[in-house]
T-cell receptor, first 117, second 109 residues
Framework: GAGVSQSPSNKVTEKGKDVELRCDPI?????LYWYRQSLGQGLEFLIY????????KSGLPSDRFSAERTGGSVSTLTIQRTQQEDSAVYLC???????????????FGPGTRLTVL | RKEVEQDPGPFNVPEGATVAFNCTYS??????FFWYRQDCRKEPKLLMS???SGNEDGRFTAQLNRASQYISLLIRDSKLSDSATYLC??????????FGAGTRLFVKA
């Protein structure tokens, strides 16, 4: 079946512009996560959606970052007034339930590589 | 102190070697543990979950030591295709997932 997809695969923008990154999770997965990975670094948790529950936004680095998930499926991560330090690969993952447990595997999309000039 | 710490390596080993990675975590309430593999410029993929009793999947063995708050990954009979970055992953009682920065492995012929 189809995996997690993300678009665009690459995005180059100028400092100060807004960008939107899209994630299509695996069908039927109720949990969706956003991470970012800077060059040579580990994954940094950004935000988590689980079903109809309020999202956990504790990982968002500033109020320039926001995300929504419409209809419990597609998610959009928006970065306003981009800065050069926002340059990174933004990864989306989905899992069946998201309730933890050793069987709740996260499946990752290929990521969006964001470059802010 | 980082919530999840790993030796960044790189580990350079010959084919056929046995190599082990450790990972320490700071939150004693952590409940789920995983090893993910990430190839260069690719997304992470689950390698194996780590169970309290330890578990084995072919050439890979994972162990959990709750008392000392570390997990380990042992790779036997290393293959060239094992070259990758290995990410230690820890989850708390809910959903927040903490990834280590990864350990780089290079297996050479």
């Amino acid at each position: 079946g189809a995996g997690v997809s993300q678009s665009p695969s690459n995005k180059v923008t100028e400092k100060g512009k807004d960008v939107e990154l899209r994630c299509d999770p695996i069908s039927g997965h109720t949990a969706l996560y956003w991470y970012r990975q800077s060059l040579g670094q580990g994954l940094e948790f950004l935000i988590y959606f689980q079903g109809n529950s309020a999202p956990d936004k504790s990982g968002l680095p500033s109020d320039r970052f926001s995300a929504e998930r419409t209809g419990g499926s597609v998610s959009t991560l928006t970065i306003q007034r981009t800065q050069q330090e926002d340059s990174a690969v933004y990864l989306c993952a989905s899992s069946l339930e998201g309730r933890g447990g050793s069987t709740d595997t996260q499946y990752f999309g290929p990521g969006t590589r964001l470059t802010v000039l | 102190r980082k919530e999840v710490e790993q030796d960044p390596g790189p580990f350079n080993v010959p084919e056929g070697a046995t190599v082990a990675f450790n990972c320490t975590y700071s939150n004693s309430a952590s409940q789920s543990f995983f090893w993910y593999r990430q190839d260069c410029r690719k997304e992470p993929k689950l390698l194996m979950s780590v169970y309290s009793s330890g578990n084995e999947d072919g050439r890979f063995t994972a162990q959990l030591n709750r008392a000392s708050q570390y997990i380990s990954l042992l790779i036997r009979d290393s293959k060239l295709s094992d070259s990758a970055t290995y990410l230690c992953v820890v989850r708390g009682g809910g959903f927040k997932t903490i990834f280590g920065a990864g350990t780089r492995l290079f297996v050479k012929a």
